[in-house]
């Protein structure tokens, strides 16, 4: 039997997963021979990273990356490609557990009374292995752990407004609140032995007609808790009434809040939050008992922004709307169209099921960090297993087109043209550069394994192989007087299937013959947008706390902050990098990473070589102005009494003065189409395609674009898509936890 060849275009974190699951096959060998084609010199897509020779072997990535405790199918992946690839202890990072670690502490900006003032959030530890995690929650059961966390907001609002000798003694009156509150009763009761005895006084109240009903917000929420946990299997939700005792009190802790606790948030920050945490988590709740997403699924109030829908189940417009839990969202998402922080737009069913997931099926901590850069981390392991396994890689090599043609009476893809980049001296390339002992990508293609005359040429120019605006075809064919050689890859010959990994910017410029035979194609093309996104790196003289950010946890975890003035809304103190590269003893302290969304509506046709470089230019000019005016309110001890920023709090190996030692910094603009961050805009996830969702019954899509039961921009929408791209060309995995999300229960 003759092996089927597949195929990968791409080597982001969707293609190598689907790569990794394809030769978990036992006997994979047998049936598949699998080459990998990747444009420059390195893996990664928007997840690369590069280590720079010229400045200590530093990190260089394209953004900020953080894994979540809830991104199950990702550690999961990751795990397996580790305990396969069994690195020998010598290397500094020979396992998953060296390489991730649980992050806990999550810092968010209040703007208030037109100051900053920060909201550090130290989340509790939760034990286990997020690869041992799940998604598959259903509806009562998000239900049930939506109230544990209320619950202890409740808690602590009771014991603030009874301090400020505010009431806290709630009476039911309506007769159908009675009714339902004698639901309650009969429920708990018949379900414990026995129960404190204002428990029971309320209870015998809901069922003496004769007697007034009077409770507070923690009775009413510990009892609501308490119903719920003996729901918490009912994944039918049998009872309708549970429904509406949920939807009673829930509503009524909501008036309490607006007539107890709201004149007081100004004055009291601690209630403040507490109130925020509590509005937003009832908003929700309302919401997803009103929108019948258990009958229904998310997918149902994907027709409304996130922030919009909240609104319209009575969440409050002054605090909670534009609140920073909320702002910290749409950041994390990128959700603002072409880069316009006005125009944030985050679909409400792909945005709350989020946010649930990341609060409710964490293990270990809410975050995990990197121990290196992303590309150290996750795509040198993954190359050296696949390596390892017999997968085929071929790097330099850009996508042209895809062409279409019909079999019978099936479309197929059949022809993918590429331009070969350079040539190498020996045909194969060696990635990596070792780093104190672990094997990582530069930052530049490896010059010496190219022709020398090409590599030369690389180098005079400062030729981005990597860009789609790249002007080293005109070079190459000025200095030899030939075009770059091209190759021609047939269906039959080269290959038999098409795995397409590159991102879904990518699709009008390589697959025009195909948006133009395949309608949904075409929808998915021009409806799931991308946006562009923009990051800067610097390195510090002096740490977090000599910079003046004393909001130390006792974990003395380093800060993840967003929600913070725009550009560059996030922040992240990445110290914890330094010790893998390259520093003198006399190096940095600290190093601080920043990124957000992009102002840019427009990207012009690939020949327009300079688009990146003046878009480039941008970013400098946004970075340099947010340390010269808008971190005082973070970093107080880096600014002189007259409010001007000290630049010698950056670290700089010259003799560079002011302003300009932050030339030898880090900064970067992500405008290209593989490169640009993927929205989950108003309705637009009824456009993803699954991964064998097109006419061409020999193409797979992946990437965190496609409908993976995230609908997101993010890693576990790419390893979902990935396992997904596998699992229908060779079985495997068999199970994906969470794909069918926004599915109804």
């Known amino acids: 039997m003759s092996k089927e060849k597949i195929v990968i275009l791409g080597g982001g974190v969707s293609a190598m997963t689907a790569a990794v699951y394809l030769t978990e096959k036992e006997n994979w060998q047998e049936n598949y021979e699998i080459t990998v084609y990747q444009l420059g010199w390195r893996l990664g897509g928007k997840g690369a ?57 999550v810092v968010l900006q209040e703007f208030i009374d037109n100051e900053w003032e920060t909201w550090p959030v130290d989340f509790p530890l939760v034990p286990g292995n997020p690869a041992d995690g799940t998604l598959d929650l259903h509806f009562w059961q998000l239900i049930q752990m939506t109230i544990a966390w209320l619950h202890k907001w409740i808690d602590g609002l009771e014991d603030e407004v009874e301090a400020a000798h505010r009431e806290i003694r709630l009476q039911t009156r309506k007769r ?106 009832i908003a929700m709740l309302i919401g997803l008992l009103r929108d019948h997403v258990h009958s229904d699924g998310f997918e149902a109030i994907n027709k409304y922004d996130f922030k919009a829908w909240l609104k319209r189940n009575g969440a409050d417009e002054e605090y909670v709307v534009e609140s920073a839990p909320v702002r910290g969202f749409y950041d994390l998402v990128f959700g603002y169209v072409d880069g316009d922080f006005d125009n944030g737009n985050v679909e409400a069913g792909v945005a709350s099921l989020a946010m649930l997931r990341l609060m409710l099926c964490y293990r270990g901590g809410v975050m995990w960090k990197m121990q290196a850069g992303m590309g150290d981390i996750i795509f040198s392991p993954i190359y050296e297993l696949l390596a390892k396994r017999g997968v085929q890689f071929e790097y330099f090599h850009q996508v042209d087109e895809l062409i279409p043609a019909l079999h019978g009476s099936e ?71 030939t075009p770059l050689p091209t190759l021609s890859l047939k269906r039959g010959r080269d290959f038999d299937k098409v795995i397409f990994g590159i991102s879904v910017g990518g699709l009008e410029h390589v697959c025009p013959q195909l948006l133009a035979l395949d309608q949904k194609l075409s929808l998915q093309s021009s409806e799931v947008k991308t946006v562009a996104t923009q990051a800067f790196q610097v390195w510090l003289n002096q740490t977090d706390e000599q910079l003046g950010f004393n909001y130390t946890p006792p974990s003395e975890e380093r800060p993840i902050l967003s929600g913070f003035s725009q550009p560059f809304d996030t922040w992240a103190a990445m110290s914890n990098l330094l010790p893998h590269e390259d520093w003198p003893a ?23 070589h300079s688009f990146p470089s003046d878009q480039k230019a941008k970013v400098k000019v946004n970075a340099i102005n947010k340390l010269a005016t808008e971190m005082k309110p973070l970093w107080p001890n880096a600014y002189n009494a007259a409010g001007q920023y000290n630049w010698n709090t950056l670290y700089d190996d010259s003799i560079a003065q002011g302003e300009e030692r932050f030339d030898s910094q880090y900064w970067r603009v992500n405008v290209d189409p593989s490169e640009r961050y993927v929205l989950s805009v108003v309705d637009s996830s009824q456009y993803r395609l699954p991964t064998d969702g097109t006419i061409f019954n020999n193409l797979y899509l992946t990437g965190d674009w496609i409908s993976t039961g995230v609908n997101a921009g993010c890693v576990e929408a790419a390893v979902m898509a990935g396992m997904q791209t596998s699992r229908a060309i060779c079985g495997l995995p068999e199970s994906i936890s969470g794909e069918d999300g926004f599915k109804p229960d």
């Open 586 to 608: 006399n190096g940095p302290k600290n190093i601080a990473y920043f990124c957000s969304a992009f102002g840019c509506a427009e990207y012009p046709p690939s020949n327009h």
């Open 411 to 481: 479309h197929v893809v059949d022809e993918i043209t590429m331009t070969q980049q350079v040539k190498l001296k020996n045909g194969q390339y060696d990635p990596f550069v070792d780093v104190k002992g672990l094997p990582c990508w530069p930052d530049r293609p490896n010059y010496d394994q190219i022709d020398d005359a090409q590599a030369a040429l690389l180098q005079q120019h400062n030729v981005n192989l990597e860009s789609f605006w790249s002007n080293w075809p005109a070079i190459y064919e000025a200095e030899f007087g």
């Open 176 to 281: 159908r609140d009675r009714g339902l509150l004698q639901h309650l009763a009969s429920e708990i009761t018949s379900a414990f032995d026995s129960l404190e005895d204002k428990v029971s006084d309320f209870f015998d109240s809901a069922h003496d007609e004769a007697k007034e009903i009077w409770s507070t917000p923690r009775l009413l929420i510990t009892q609501l808790h308490e119903l719920l946990n003996l729901r918490a299997a009912d994944k039918n939700l049998s009872n309708s009434r549970d429904r509406l005792v949920t939807w009673y009190i829930v509503r009524k802790l909501k008036r309490w809040l607006r007539a107890e606790a709201r004149d007081l948030l100004d004055d009291h920050p601690g209630i403040r939050r507490l109130y925020i945490c509590a509005d937003l988590a």
């Open 49 to 105: 990273s590069g280590r720079n020779p010229d400045a200590h072997e530093r990190i260089e990535e394209h953004g900020l990356h953080v894994w979540f405790g809830s991104y199950v199918n990702s550690f999961r992946a990751i795990e397996t490609v580790y305990n396969n690839l069994d690195r020998p202890s010598s290397v500094p990072i020979a396992t998953w557990q060296q390489a991730l670690k649980p992050h806990s502490f």
